[in-house]
């Protein structure tokens, strides 16, 4: 099957080449943020692809983003450190108003702002957001917002921060998934004025934190769109950044079968190399056919996405398939090392660990499978 945007590929392929294992590595010992990086992938555009060219980005569709985020990942690189920039503007370029897009999107486009950070869970509300309790409460011209958030990756690296948050409380609420708003949030104005950020020290190097809204002021103009439809906004949202993932999973999936094939053909064992048992070439040969599966799936989301379809369904099962094909892979790649898929200097446990996430986040694999067998196969719901 031929790739979809040959060029991009070959370009993000030369970039991630400047940063090798052994960056990724000390930066993951140390739990640092991969700053050189994502200021090389910004200078390159290759986060602002698909912000329209009118406000400075390059106007392509989802599936040019997919293909970026899957050739950082195939390289051995990790997009979660930056992926944020490409799709949460989505919520302000969809919903903001005139004045918004003007004031913001170019800056996005050209990296003088960061709009990384993406608030929505809460330490009691989980995967239920209309259980979310942060408050932004109307006084004048501004909301004064306060509550807790947690998992908010990126908030350290950020400018500017989407936030969901209620502006009625879930009893006062025609339906659950009402009262909800949305606040552009400036980071830099926020800290040490009503908001404090806590880095939570996680199983990858992911710069994910908690987050603490004391009566923080955000003024009313950075409303986006109307009061109280702000779960709705965010849900579209979710489906580019789901189809996203999904080709960050498959990178990673190829990350790990290139690295076993490689390793199989070169790694002796009793006098001849180990991936001439077919003990150990079937699981490889499964990987493959595992992700070339998902890697569809993920085109096709893409392409409903792209045409403005509904893509909710497609977007959920191409991020499932995507994430299992991936773990499959991990784990393949570490027993097709041997003793040497523990080792650090071979990459392997660091992407292992790293291509965990996608099963429990942006959304976990049975809330899925939930909305598969309610939502399409027609079974009675159990919540
Ligand atoms: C590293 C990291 C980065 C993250 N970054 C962000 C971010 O930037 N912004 C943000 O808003 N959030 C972020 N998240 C949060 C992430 O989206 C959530 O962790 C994820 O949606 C799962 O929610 P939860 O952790 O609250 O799990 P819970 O909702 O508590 O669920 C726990 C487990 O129970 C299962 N479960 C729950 N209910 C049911 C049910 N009814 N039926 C069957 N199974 C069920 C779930 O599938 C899951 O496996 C991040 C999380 C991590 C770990």
């Known amino acids: 099957m031929s790739e979809t945007f040959p060029e991009i590929r070959e370009a993000v392929r030369r970039l991630c080449a400047r940063f090798p294992g052994p960056y990724w590595r000390a930066l993951d010992r140390e739990r640092a943020y991969p700053t050189e990086f994502v200021a090389a992938l910004t200078e390159a555009g290759f986060l602002s692809v698909l912000i329209p060219e009118e406000y400075g980005g390059s106007g392509l569709g989802l599936a040019a983003g997919a293909a970026v985020l899957e050739e950082i990942h195939r390289s051995g690189s990790n997009g979660g450190a930056c992926h944020a920039q490409m799709y949460t503007m989505g919520v302000v370029l969809r919903h903001g108003s005139a004045a918004q897009k003007q004031a913001y999107l170019p800056k996005i486009a050209s990296g003088e702002l960061r709009l990384q950070a993406f608030g929505v869970t809460e330490p009691d509300a989980g995967t239920d957001t209309t259980r979310i309790t942060t408050f932004a409460r109307r006084e004048g011209d501004t909301y004064v917002v306060s509550g807790k958030k947690l998992w908010i990756s990126r908030a350290e690296h950020s400018d500017l921060m989407v936030l969901l948050c209620r502006t009625t409380s879930r009893d006062q609420a025609a339906k659950p998934s009402d009262g909800m708003s949305v606040l552009l949030v400036d980071m830099r104005e926020a800290v040490g004025a009503g908001l404090t950020i806590r880095p939570i020290r996680t199983m990858l190097n992911h710069a994910t934190t908690e987050l603490f809204f004391e009566d923080l002021r955000v003024p009313a103009a950075n409303l986006i769109g109307e009061e109280g439809k702000g779960f709705r906004y965010i849900l579209d949202g979710m489906n580019a950044e789901r189809i996203l993932i999904a080709a960050e999973c498959i990178g990673d999936a190829r990350f790990f079968i290139d690295r076993a094939s490689a390793y199989a053909k070169d790694r002796q064992v009793f ?113």
């Open 271 to 383: 006098g001849r190399p180990i991936g001439e048992n077919q003990g150990v070439q079937f699981p490889i040969a499964r990987a493959y056919v595992q992700m070339t599966a998902a890697s569809l799936m993920v085109d096709a989301a893409a392409a409903l996405f792209e045409a403005g379809e509904p893509c909710g369904t497609e977007a959920n099962m191409a991020k499932l398939a995507a994430s299992e094909a991936s773990w499959y892979a991990a784990d393949m790649a570490v027993q097709t090392h041997g003793g040497f898929g523990f080792a650090e200097e071979y990459d392997i446990e660091r992407k292992f660990r790293e291509t965990r996430l996608y099963q429990v986040a942006p959304i976990s694999t049975n809330l899925i499978l939930s909305h598969v067998a309610t939502h399409v196969l027609d079974l009675p719901k159990s919540f």
